[in-house]
Protein backbone atom coordinates (compact mmCIF):
# COMPACT_ATOMS: atom_id res chain seq x y z
CA UNK A 1 0.00 0.00 0.00
CA UNK A 2 1.28 3.56 -0.85
CA UNK A 3 2.23 5.12 2.09
CA UNK A 4 0.46 8.09 1.01
CA UNK A 5 -3.35 8.12 1.99
CA UNK A 6 -2.79 8.38 5.40
CA UNK A 7 -6.18 9.87 6.54
CA UNK A 8 -7.81 7.25 4.49
CA UNK A 9 -6.12 4.23 6.09
CA UNK A 10 -6.86 5.50 10.11
CA UNK A 11 -10.38 5.35 9.07
CA UNK A 12 -10.61 2.02 7.22
CA UNK A 13 -8.47 0.66 10.18
CA UNK A 14 -10.81 2.31 12.41
CA UNK A 15 -14.04 0.61 10.93
CA UNK A 16 -12.28 -3.06 10.98
CA UNK A 17 -11.67 -2.45 14.76
CA UNK A 18 -14.97 -1.63 15.90
CA UNK A 19 -15.06 1.03 18.48
CA UNK A 20 -13.21 0.06 22.00
CA UNK A 21 -15.56 0.68 24.85
CA UNK A 22 -12.82 0.72 27.27
CA UNK A 23 -11.99 3.74 26.03
CA UNK A 24 -15.66 5.21 27.12
CA UNK A 25 -14.95 4.25 31.08
CA UNK A 26 -13.04 5.76 33.57
CA UNK A 27 -9.75 4.71 34.53
CA UNK A 28 -9.59 6.93 37.92
CA UNK A 29 -12.38 7.44 40.87
CA UNK A 30 -10.53 10.55 41.71
CA UNK A 31 -7.92 13.10 40.61
CA UNK A 32 -6.59 15.91 42.97
CA UNK A 33 -3.36 18.04 43.01
CA UNK A 34 -2.60 18.31 46.76
CA UNK A 35 0.65 20.31 47.52
CA UNK A 36 3.74 20.34 49.83
CA UNK A 37 5.03 23.87 50.91
CA UNK A 38 9.21 23.86 51.28
CA UNK A 39 10.97 23.13 53.97
CA UNK A 40 12.66 26.65 54.47
CA UNK A 41 9.40 28.16 55.59
CA UNK A 42 10.09 31.05 53.98
CA UNK A 43 13.26 32.29 54.81
CA UNK A 44 15.84 31.65 51.81
CA UNK A 45 19.38 31.28 50.76
CA UNK A 46 20.61 28.88 48.82
CA UNK A 47 18.40 25.50 48.66
CA UNK A 48 14.66 25.16 48.39
CA UNK A 49 13.35 21.56 49.83
CA UNK A 50 10.66 19.36 49.62
CA UNK A 51 9.38 16.42 51.57
CA UNK A 52 6.47 15.01 50.57
CA UNK A 53 5.46 12.43 53.15
CA UNK A 54 3.01 14.27 54.00
CA UNK A 55 0.50 13.87 51.35
CA UNK A 56 1.64 9.82 51.18
CA UNK A 57 -1.83 7.84 51.24
CA UNK A 58 -2.64 4.98 51.47
CA UNK A 59 -5.69 5.19 49.46
CA UNK A 60 -4.29 7.47 46.26
CA UNK A 61 -1.36 6.77 43.91
CA UNK A 62 1.55 9.81 43.35
CA UNK A 63 1.58 10.52 39.86
CA UNK A 64 5.23 12.16 40.12
CA UNK A 65 5.38 12.42 36.27
CA UNK A 66 2.14 14.89 36.29
CA UNK A 67 4.01 16.76 39.35
CA UNK A 68 4.82 20.38 39.04
CA UNK A 69 6.87 23.14 41.29
CA UNK A 70 5.57 26.87 41.80
CA UNK A 71 8.95 29.11 43.03
CA UNK A 72 8.34 32.81 43.38
CA UNK A 73 11.27 34.53 42.48
CA UNK A 74 12.38 38.58 42.38
CA UNK A 75 14.39 40.56 40.47
CA UNK A 76 15.62 43.91 42.04
CA UNK A 77 17.30 46.93 40.26
CA UNK A 78 19.15 49.91 42.74
CA UNK A 79 20.81 52.13 42.33
CA UNK A 80 23.13 54.51 43.99
CA UNK A 81 22.21 57.15 41.70
CA UNK A 82 18.96 58.33 40.83
CA UNK A 83 17.17 57.75 38.10
CA UNK A 84 15.59 60.33 35.28
CA UNK A 85 12.27 61.46 35.28
CA UNK A 86 10.91 58.81 33.33
CA UNK A 87 11.97 55.94 35.75
CA UNK A 88 13.03 52.66 34.65
CA UNK A 89 11.61 50.97 31.92
CA UNK A 90 9.97 47.36 32.97
CA UNK A 91 11.75 46.08 30.08
CA UNK A 92 15.25 46.85 31.71
CA UNK A 93 15.69 43.31 32.68
CA UNK A 94 14.71 40.05 31.51
CA UNK A 95 15.02 36.46 32.09
CA UNK A 96 17.27 34.49 30.27
CA UNK A 97 15.46 31.81 28.90
CA UNK A 98 13.91 28.68 30.21
CA UNK A 99 13.34 28.80 34.15
CA UNK A 100 15.45 25.49 34.26
CA UNK A 101 18.45 28.24 35.02
CA UNK A 102 17.20 28.78 38.28
CA UNK A 103 18.38 25.81 39.57
CA UNK A 104 22.25 24.54 39.52
CA UNK A 105 22.00 21.06 40.52
CA UNK A 106 19.32 18.63 42.57
CA UNK A 107 19.39 15.93 44.91
CA UNK A 108 16.48 13.11 44.80
CA UNK A 109 16.09 10.84 47.83
CA UNK A 110 13.37 7.86 47.60
CA UNK A 111 13.39 6.11 50.96
CA UNK A 112 16.48 7.50 52.06
CA UNK A 113 18.30 6.07 48.85
CA UNK A 114 19.79 9.14 46.74
CA UNK A 115 19.08 8.20 43.15
CA UNK A 116 19.98 11.50 41.81
CA UNK A 117 23.05 13.16 42.37
CA UNK A 118 23.89 16.46 42.76
CA UNK A 119 25.69 17.41 39.23
CA UNK A 120 26.77 21.11 38.90
CA UNK A 121 24.92 22.91 35.78
CA UNK A 122 22.91 20.25 35.83
CA UNK A 123 20.50 22.98 33.93
CA UNK A 124 22.90 22.68 30.81
CA UNK A 125 22.21 19.34 29.32
CA UNK A 126 18.33 18.95 30.46
CA UNK A 127 17.77 22.39 28.69
CA UNK A 128 20.03 21.34 25.53
CA UNK A 129 17.43 17.82 25.75
CA UNK A 130 14.20 20.10 25.78
CA UNK A 131 15.51 21.67 22.96
CA UNK A 132 16.02 18.62 20.80
CA UNK A 133 12.89 17.14 21.99
CA UNK A 134 10.30 19.87 22.42
CA UNK A 135 8.12 20.06 18.81
CA UNK A 136 7.12 23.84 17.87
CA UNK A 137 3.45 23.09 19.07
CA UNK A 138 5.08 22.35 22.47
CA UNK A 139 6.53 25.62 22.76
CA UNK A 140 3.47 27.49 21.81
CA UNK A 141 1.56 25.67 24.01
CA UNK A 142 3.44 26.07 27.08
CA UNK A 143 6.94 27.60 26.27
CA UNK A 144 6.02 31.02 27.91
CA UNK A 145 4.85 28.90 31.37
CA UNK A 146 8.13 27.43 31.52
CA UNK A 147 10.37 30.48 30.41
CA UNK A 148 11.24 28.99 27.25
CA UNK A 149 11.41 31.91 24.71
CA UNK A 150 14.66 30.56 22.46
CA UNK A 151 17.17 33.84 21.67
CA UNK A 152 17.01 34.90 17.83
CA UNK A 153 20.87 33.33 18.26
CA UNK A 154 21.66 35.39 15.00
CA UNK A 155 21.01 38.32 16.79
CA UNK A 156 23.91 38.01 18.97
CA UNK A 157 27.50 40.15 18.43
CA UNK A 158 30.74 40.58 19.34
CA UNK A 159 31.53 43.12 21.84
CA UNK A 160 34.89 43.75 22.88
CA UNK A 161 34.79 47.42 24.47
CA UNK A 162 31.92 48.71 26.88
CA UNK A 163 28.67 49.68 24.91
CA UNK A 164 25.39 50.51 25.26
CA UNK A 165 24.76 46.27 25.34
CA UNK A 166 27.44 45.79 27.76
CA UNK A 167 30.84 43.18 26.63
CA UNK A 168 31.06 40.35 25.85
CA UNK A 169 29.06 37.88 23.07
CA UNK A 170 25.74 40.57 24.05
CA UNK A 171 22.46 39.04 22.46
CA UNK A 172 20.48 41.97 24.83
CA UNK A 173 19.57 44.11 22.06
CA UNK A 174 16.11 44.12 22.20
CA UNK A 175 15.70 47.84 22.26
CA UNK A 176 12.42 48.18 24.38
CA UNK A 177 12.99 50.85 26.29
CA UNK A 178 10.58 53.44 24.24
CA UNK A 179 6.77 52.62 24.37
CA UNK A 180 5.92 51.94 21.13
CA UNK A 181 6.93 48.94 19.18
CA UNK A 182 9.40 48.56 16.46
CA UNK A 183 10.24 46.42 13.91
CA UNK A 184 13.90 46.75 14.47
CA UNK A 185 12.86 45.23 18.12
CA UNK A 186 11.33 42.28 16.37
CA UNK A 187 14.22 41.59 13.69
CA UNK A 188 16.71 41.55 16.67
CA UNK A 189 16.29 39.07 19.56
CA UNK A 190 13.03 37.40 19.11
CA UNK A 191 12.86 35.76 21.98
CA UNK A 192 14.11 38.27 24.67
CA UNK A 193 11.27 40.12 23.57
CA UNK A 194 8.75 37.49 23.87
CA UNK A 195 10.32 36.81 27.43
CA UNK A 196 9.40 40.68 27.96
CA UNK A 197 6.15 41.06 26.86
CA UNK A 198 5.25 37.69 28.89
CA UNK A 199 7.42 38.99 31.93
CA UNK A 200 6.14 42.50 32.21
CA UNK A 201 2.42 42.00 29.97
CA UNK A 202 0.74 41.05 32.63
CA UNK A 203 2.09 43.69 34.82
CA UNK A 204 -1.03 45.74 36.88
CA UNK A 205 0.18 49.20 35.22
CA UNK A 206 -0.78 48.37 31.82
CA UNK A 207 -3.00 50.19 29.85
CA UNK A 208 -4.71 48.72 26.82
CA UNK A 209 -3.31 51.94 24.53
CA UNK A 210 0.30 50.98 25.52
CA UNK A 211 1.98 48.31 22.98
CA UNK A 212 4.71 48.01 25.70
CA UNK A 213 4.75 48.86 28.93
CA UNK A 214 6.28 51.96 30.34
CA UNK A 215 5.84 54.47 33.19
CA UNK A 216 4.87 57.90 33.01
CA UNK A 217 3.94 60.72 35.70
CA UNK A 218 0.40 59.86 36.70
CA UNK A 219 -2.09 62.81 35.17
CA UNK A 220 -3.35 64.95 37.90
CA UNK A 221 -6.52 65.27 36.14
CA UNK A 222 -7.93 62.18 36.80
CA UNK A 223 -5.52 60.17 39.27
CA UNK A 224 -8.16 59.10 41.27
CA UNK A 225 -9.74 56.69 38.59
CA UNK A 226 -6.29 55.24 37.54
CA UNK A 227 -5.30 55.15 41.00
CA UNK A 228 -8.31 52.65 41.78
CA UNK A 229 -7.95 50.75 38.53
CA UNK A 230 -4.36 50.18 38.96
CA UNK A 231 -4.56 48.58 42.55
CA UNK A 232 -7.38 46.62 41.29
CA UNK A 233 -4.86 45.05 38.44
CA UNK A 234 -2.25 44.95 40.99
CA UNK A 235 -4.35 42.92 43.72
CA UNK A 236 -5.60 40.67 40.48
CA UNK A 237 -2.31 39.89 38.84
CA UNK A 238 -0.78 39.23 42.18
CA UNK A 239 -3.55 36.88 43.31
CA UNK A 240 -3.16 34.85 40.22
CA UNK A 241 0.15 34.11 40.70
CA UNK A 242 0.61 36.34 37.32
CA UNK A 243 3.96 38.25 37.22
CA UNK A 244 4.37 42.23 37.00
CA UNK A 245 6.44 44.69 37.63
CA UNK A 246 6.84 47.34 40.58
CA UNK A 247 8.91 50.79 41.64
CA UNK A 248 9.87 51.27 44.82
CA UNK A 249 7.98 52.80 47.62
CA UNK A 250 9.71 56.26 48.07
CA UNK A 251 9.67 57.11 44.87
CA UNK A 252 8.42 60.31 44.68
CA UNK A 253 5.96 61.86 41.98
CA UNK A 254 8.67 62.45 39.21
CA UNK A 255 9.95 59.12 39.83
CA UNK A 256 13.80 60.36 40.48
CA UNK A 257 15.04 58.12 42.94
CA UNK A 258 17.60 55.87 43.80
CA UNK A 259 15.12 52.94 45.36
CA UNK A 260 14.61 51.31 41.42
CA UNK A 261 11.75 48.40 40.74
CA UNK A 262 11.44 44.77 40.92
CA UNK A 263 10.20 42.16 38.55
CA UNK A 264 8.09 39.62 40.87
CA UNK A 265 7.50 36.28 38.98
CA UNK A 266 6.41 32.77 39.63
CA UNK A 267 8.62 30.39 37.96
CA UNK A 268 6.72 27.28 37.03
CA UNK A 269 9.12 24.02 36.89
CA UNK A 270 7.40 20.51 35.85
CA UNK A 271 9.33 17.57 37.54
CA UNK A 272 9.18 15.34 34.33
CA UNK A 273 11.32 18.64 32.64
CA UNK A 274 13.67 18.59 35.64
CA UNK A 275 14.92 15.54 35.83
CA UNK A 276 14.14 12.18 33.71
CA UNK A 277 13.64 9.99 36.47
CA UNK A 278 10.41 11.93 37.20
CA UNK A 279 9.53 11.30 33.75
CA UNK A 280 9.54 8.09 33.82
CA UNK A 281 8.64 6.93 37.23
CA UNK A 282 5.63 4.74 37.78
CA UNK A 283 2.58 5.44 40.30
CA UNK A 284 3.50 4.78 43.57
CA UNK A 285 1.75 4.85 47.23
CA UNK A 286 3.75 4.82 50.82
CA UNK A 287 7.04 6.11 49.35
CA UNK A 288 9.02 9.01 51.07
CA UNK A 289 10.42 10.94 48.52
CA UNK A 290 12.63 14.19 49.29
CA UNK A 291 13.82 16.86 46.47
CA UNK A 292 16.51 19.23 47.24
CA UNK A 293 17.15 22.40 44.71
CA UNK A 294 20.31 24.25 44.54
CA UNK A 295 19.64 27.51 43.05
CA UNK A 296 21.83 29.80 41.07
CA UNK A 297 21.17 32.72 43.02
CA UNK A 298 23.42 36.00 43.04
CA UNK A 299 23.68 39.83 41.75
CA UNK A 300 25.87 41.66 39.15
CA UNK A 301 26.86 45.85 39.60
CA UNK A 302 26.39 47.82 36.39
CA UNK A 303 27.80 51.45 35.77
CA UNK A 304 26.94 53.47 33.54
CA UNK A 305 28.66 56.52 31.39
CA UNK A 306 27.73 58.59 28.81
CA UNK A 307 24.87 55.63 27.77
CA UNK A 308 27.98 52.99 28.19
CA UNK A 309 27.27 50.11 30.54
CA UNK A 310 29.94 48.71 32.15
CA UNK A 311 29.80 45.09 34.32
CA UNK A 312 31.68 46.47 37.77
CA UNK A 313 31.35 42.70 39.71
CA UNK A 314 29.68 39.53 39.62
CA UNK A 315 29.08 37.70 43.37
CA UNK A 316 27.04 34.79 42.83
CA UNK A 317 25.38 33.55 46.00
CA UNK A 318 24.82 30.10 45.30
CA UNK A 319 25.32 28.05 41.79
CA UNK A 320 26.45 29.00 38.31
CA UNK A 321 24.48 30.57 35.95
CA UNK A 322 23.26 34.29 36.50
CA UNK A 323 19.54 33.72 34.98
CA UNK A 324 19.01 37.48 34.40
CA UNK A 325 20.00 39.67 31.26
CA UNK A 326 20.33 43.70 31.80
CA UNK A 327 18.65 44.89 28.35
CA UNK A 328 20.27 47.21 25.66
CA UNK A 329 19.60 50.74 27.22
CA UNK A 330 20.72 52.49 24.14
CA UNK A 331 17.43 54.84 23.96
CA UNK A 332 16.75 54.88 27.98
CA UNK A 333 17.83 58.47 28.96
CA UNK A 334 16.79 58.04 32.20
CA UNK A 335 19.76 55.82 33.43
CA UNK A 336 21.86 57.02 36.10
CA UNK A 337 24.88 58.94 34.58
CA UNK A 338 26.67 58.21 37.70
CA UNK A 339 27.04 55.81 40.87
CA UNK A 340 26.30 51.71 40.49
CA UNK A 341 23.43 50.09 39.87
CA UNK A 342 22.92 46.44 41.18
CA UNK A 343 20.64 43.68 39.33
CA UNK A 344 20.25 40.93 41.75
CA UNK A 345 18.09 37.78 41.99
CA UNK A 346 16.24 36.06 44.61
CA UNK A 347 13.74 33.50 46.25
CA UNK A 348 10.75 36.12 48.12
CA UNK A 349 7.39 34.95 49.15
CA UNK A 350 4.64 37.47 50.30
CA UNK A 351 0.92 36.82 51.82
CA UNK A 352 0.32 40.14 51.87
CA UNK A 353 -1.59 41.75 48.76
CA UNK A 354 0.61 44.60 46.53
CA UNK A 355 0.21 48.17 47.85
CA UNK A 356 0.08 51.04 45.85
CA UNK A 357 2.19 54.44 45.77
CA UNK A 358 -0.47 56.91 44.68
CA UNK A 359 2.45 59.59 43.54
CA UNK A 360 2.66 57.15 40.47
CA UNK A 361 -0.31 54.92 40.40
CA UNK A 362 2.42 51.69 40.64
CA UNK A 363 2.02 49.14 42.49
CA UNK A 364 4.61 47.26 44.25
CA UNK A 365 4.87 44.15 46.84
CA UNK A 366 5.28 40.13 45.68
CA UNK A 367 2.96 37.68 44.13
CA UNK A 368 0.73 35.82 46.89
CA UNK A 369 2.65 33.15 47.45
CA UNK A 370 3.81 32.70 50.89
CA UNK A 371 6.19 29.93 50.12
CA UNK A 372 7.68 27.33 47.01
CA UNK A 373 5.41 24.54 46.30
CA UNK A 374 5.39 20.92 45.03
CA UNK A 375 1.79 20.62 43.83
CA UNK A 376 1.68 16.39 42.98
CA UNK A 377 -0.86 14.92 41.09
CA UNK A 378 -2.68 12.30 43.56
CA UNK A 379 -5.04 9.51 41.75
CA UNK A 380 -7.42 6.81 42.47
CA UNK A 381 -7.37 4.29 40.74
CA UNK A 382 -10.57 2.42 38.96
CA UNK A 383 -10.15 -1.02 40.92
CA UNK A 384 -10.32 -3.37 37.70
CA UNK A 385 -7.50 -1.56 37.00
CA UNK A 386 -6.05 -1.18 40.09
CA UNK A 387 -5.47 -5.10 40.15
CA UNK A 388 -3.66 -4.96 37.26
CA UNK A 389 -1.23 -2.92 38.50
CA UNK A 390 -1.06 -5.20 41.92
CA UNK A 391 -0.61 -7.99 39.52
CA UNK A 392 2.74 -6.37 38.70
CA UNK A 393 3.65 -4.06 41.28
CA UNK A 394 7.43 -4.49 41.23
CA UNK A 395 8.69 -2.19 38.54
CA UNK A 396 12.20 -1.46 37.05
CA UNK A 397 12.82 1.71 36.15
CA UNK A 398 15.78 3.19 33.67
CA UNK A 399 16.26 7.01 34.15
CA UNK A 400 19.28 9.22 32.93
CA UNK A 401 21.67 10.89 35.29
CA UNK A 402 24.35 13.12 34.45
CA UNK A 403 28.24 13.47 35.49
CA UNK A 404 29.90 16.40 34.81
CA UNK A 405 33.53 17.73 34.75
CA UNK A 406 35.30 21.07 32.71
CA UNK A 407 38.25 21.62 30.73
CA UNK A 408 39.29 25.03 31.06
CA UNK A 409 41.34 27.60 28.93
CA UNK A 410 42.07 25.34 26.05
CA UNK A 411 44.05 28.06 23.91
CA UNK A 412 43.18 28.68 20.52
CA UNK A 413 45.13 25.89 18.45
CA UNK A 414 45.92 23.67 21.47
CA UNK A 415 44.37 19.71 21.80
CA UNK A 416 43.04 18.56 24.61
CA UNK A 417 42.89 14.86 25.87
CA UNK A 418 40.59 14.61 28.97
CA UNK A 419 39.21 11.58 31.08
CA UNK A 420 36.09 12.23 31.79
CA UNK A 421 35.02 9.36 34.22
CA UNK A 422 36.58 6.11 35.11
CA UNK A 423 33.83 4.53 36.46
CA UNK A 424 30.26 5.52 35.12
CA UNK A 425 27.52 2.72 34.48
CA UNK A 426 25.88 2.39 31.06
CA UNK A 427 27.17 5.39 29.48
CA UNK A 428 24.50 6.81 27.53
CA UNK A 429 25.42 10.04 25.74
CA UNK A 430 27.71 12.79 26.29
CA UNK A 431 26.83 16.82 25.46
CA UNK A 432 29.91 18.88 25.11
CA UNK A 433 29.52 23.07 25.52
CA UNK A 434 31.86 25.14 24.07
CA UNK A 435 31.93 28.25 26.52
CA UNK A 436 35.05 31.90 26.17
CA UNK A 437 36.84 30.74 28.47
CA UNK A 438 37.15 33.15 32.00
CA UNK A 439 40.45 33.28 31.73
CA UNK A 440 40.60 35.73 28.58
CA UNK A 441 41.25 38.99 28.42
CA UNK A 442 39.16 39.92 24.95
CA UNK A 443 36.41 41.83 26.88
CA UNK A 444 36.49 45.39 28.47
CA UNK A 445 34.79 44.74 31.38
CA UNK A 446 33.40 41.58 31.69
CA UNK A 447 37.22 40.08 32.08
CA UNK A 448 37.38 36.81 34.29
CA UNK A 449 33.96 36.76 34.20
CA UNK A 450 32.34 33.46 32.62
CA UNK A 451 29.81 33.65 29.84
CA UNK A 452 26.74 32.62 31.58
CA UNK A 453 27.45 34.79 34.78
CA UNK A 454 27.36 37.92 32.60
CA UNK A 455 24.22 39.88 32.56
CA UNK A 456 24.92 41.04 28.74
CA UNK A 457 24.83 37.58 27.00
CA UNK A 458 22.17 34.87 26.44
CA UNK A 459 24.14 31.88 27.77
CA UNK A 460 24.11 29.23 28.91
CA UNK A 461 21.41 29.09 26.84
CA UNK A 462 23.96 30.56 24.16
CA UNK A 463 27.24 29.22 24.22
CA UNK A 464 30.55 30.17 22.22
CA UNK A 465 28.79 32.11 18.49
CA UNK A 466 30.95 29.82 15.66
CA UNK A 467 32.59 27.83 18.66
CA UNK A 468 32.24 24.86 17.10
CA UNK A 469 35.75 25.32 15.72
CA UNK A 470 36.39 24.23 19.51
CA UNK A 471 35.80 20.71 18.11
CA UNK A 472 38.34 19.82 15.41
CA UNK A 473 39.62 16.29 15.37
CA UNK A 474 36.74 15.72 18.07
CA UNK A 475 36.40 11.41 19.44
CA UNK A 476 35.15 9.72 22.39
CA UNK A 477 36.59 6.91 23.68
CA UNK A 478 34.80 4.18 25.97
CA UNK A 479 36.89 1.75 27.71
CA UNK A 480 39.55 2.45 25.19
CA UNK A 481 37.81 2.06 21.96
CA UNK A 482 37.09 4.98 19.79
CA UNK A 483 32.93 5.71 19.38
CA UNK A 484 33.83 7.36 16.07
CA UNK A 485 36.34 5.36 13.64
CA UNK A 486 37.82 8.63 12.65
CA UNK A 487 38.27 11.98 14.23
CA UNK A 488 35.45 13.97 13.14
CA UNK A 489 35.50 18.05 12.04
CA UNK A 490 32.46 18.36 13.84
CA UNK A 491 30.28 19.87 11.83
CA UNK A 492 26.54 20.57 11.44
CA UNK A 493 25.55 17.37 9.50
CA UNK A 494 27.73 15.10 12.42
CA UNK A 495 25.44 16.67 14.92
CA UNK A 496 21.94 16.28 13.26
CA UNK A 497 23.21 12.36 12.59
CA UNK A 498 24.04 11.73 16.29
CA UNK A 499 20.53 13.44 17.38
CA UNK A 500 18.95 10.81 15.21
CA UNK A 501 21.19 8.27 16.35
CA UNK A 502 19.53 9.24 19.92
CA UNK A 503 16.16 9.41 18.49
CA UNK A 504 15.87 12.89 19.84
CA UNK A 505 13.74 14.64 16.85
CA UNK A 506 11.23 13.12 14.81
CA UNK A 507 12.96 12.35 11.66
CA UNK A 508 13.00 9.13 11.96
CA UNK A 509 9.29 9.37 10.96
CA UNK A 510 8.26 11.77 8.50
CA UNK A 511 4.57 12.00 10.48
CA UNK A 512 6.24 12.79 13.63
CA UNK A 513 8.68 16.47 13.89
CA UNK A 514 10.04 17.92 17.19
CA UNK A 515 13.29 19.81 17.81
CA UNK A 516 13.54 23.52 18.26
CA UNK A 517 16.95 24.35 16.68
CA UNK A 518 17.82 24.71 13.05
CA UNK A 519 21.42 25.38 10.99
CA UNK A 520 21.78 28.90 11.33
CA UNK A 521 20.69 28.56 15.50
CA UNK A 522 23.93 25.58 16.06
CA UNK A 523 26.27 27.64 14.21
CA UNK A 524 25.55 31.24 16.83
CA UNK A 525 24.74 28.60 19.97
CA UNK A 526 27.25 25.28 18.92
CA UNK A 527 27.50 21.98 21.33
CA UNK A 528 28.38 18.65 20.28
CA UNK A 529 26.38 15.45 21.41
CA UNK A 530 27.54 11.43 21.09
CA UNK A 531 25.79 8.56 21.35
CA UNK A 532 27.86 6.60 23.52
CA UNK A 533 25.23 3.82 24.43
CA UNK A 534 26.34 1.21 20.92
CA UNK A 535 28.06 -1.22 23.22
CA UNK A 536 28.59 -4.95 22.80
CA UNK A 537 26.64 -6.88 25.40
CA UNK A 538 29.43 -8.19 27.82
CA UNK A 539 29.64 -4.31 28.31
CA UNK A 540 26.02 -3.78 29.73
CA UNK A 541 25.48 -3.04 33.53
CA UNK A 542 28.86 -2.42 33.84
CA UNK A 543 31.22 0.10 34.58
CA UNK A 544 32.96 2.24 31.69
CA UNK A 545 35.88 4.57 31.34
CA UNK A 546 35.05 7.61 29.17
CA UNK A 547 37.92 10.18 27.36
CA UNK A 548 37.29 13.47 24.99
CA UNK A 549 39.88 14.33 22.52
CA UNK A 550 40.03 17.34 20.58
CA UNK A 551 41.67 20.29 19.27
CA UNK A 552 40.61 24.02 19.92
CA UNK A 553 40.39 25.36 15.92
CA UNK A 554 38.38 29.07 17.17
CA UNK A 555 39.94 31.97 17.26
CA UNK A 556 40.19 32.33 21.05
CA UNK A 557 40.76 30.26 23.97
CA UNK A 558 37.17 28.26 25.38
CA UNK A 559 36.09 26.63 28.51
CA UNK A 560 34.22 23.05 27.59
CA UNK A 561 31.43 22.24 30.01
CA UNK A 562 31.33 18.27 29.24
CA UNK A 563 28.64 16.16 30.59
CA UNK A 564 27.75 12.45 30.15
CA UNK A 565 24.95 11.08 30.97
CA UNK A 566 24.34 7.22 32.23
CA UNK A 567 21.90 4.96 32.86
CA UNK A 568 20.80 4.07 36.42
CA UNK A 569 18.41 1.15 36.70
CA UNK A 570 15.96 0.25 40.24
CA UNK A 571 13.07 -1.35 41.13
CA UNK A 572 10.15 -0.23 43.23
CA UNK A 573 6.92 -2.29 44.60
CA UNK A 574 4.60 0.51 43.71
CA UNK A 575 2.56 -0.19 46.58
CA UNK A 576 4.71 -0.41 49.27
CA UNK A 577 7.21 2.02 47.96
CA UNK A 578 9.90 -0.86 48.73
CA UNK A 579 12.61 -0.35 46.17
CA UNK A 580 16.32 -1.47 45.51
CA UNK A 581 19.37 -0.11 43.49
CA UNK A 582 19.81 -2.51 40.17
CA UNK A 583 22.77 -0.42 38.76
Known sequence: MSEFGLDSKIVIDETIMGQDVRGLKSFI?????????????????????????????????????????????????????????????????????????LIDSIQVFVNNKQLVDQTTMMNLPVSILSKLEMSTADLKLEGKGLGICPDTY???????AASASGDGYVNNETDLVSST????????????????SSFVNCSPFVSPSQKLPSIKTVDSTNATTKIATQKQRAVAAADQGLPYFTLGATNSTTLNDTQAAAWNFIAYIPLR??????????????????????????????????????LASTNMTAGNTFPLMFNNQSSNATFPTSGTTTLSLSVQANTAPPTLNPAIGCSYGYPMLPQCRLFCQSISVAPNYEEKILANRTQTVRYLDWF????????????????????????????VVPFQASASTIFATATGVDQYKSPFDAAPEQSLPLGMAAFKQLNFQVNGSNVWTNNHQFTYDQFAQEVKSLSLNGSLKRELASGLMDLTDWQYSPFAICDLGDRIDAEVDAYQSVVINGTNGAAVAVDLKVFVGYWKTYTIDVLTGQMEKVF
Open 29 to 101: TDKNYPFVSDQQNGSYSNQVSFDLSGIVSNNAYLNLQNSYILMPMSASLNSTAAWGTDSIPPSAVVPKSNFLN
Open 154 to 160: SAVSYSA
Open 181 to 196: LSTSAISQNKGAFDRI
Open 273 to 310: RLCDLFARMPLIKNSQVRLVLNLNLGSVVITNASGVVS
Open 404 to 431: QMSINNVAAGSSYSQTVSTSLPNVACAV
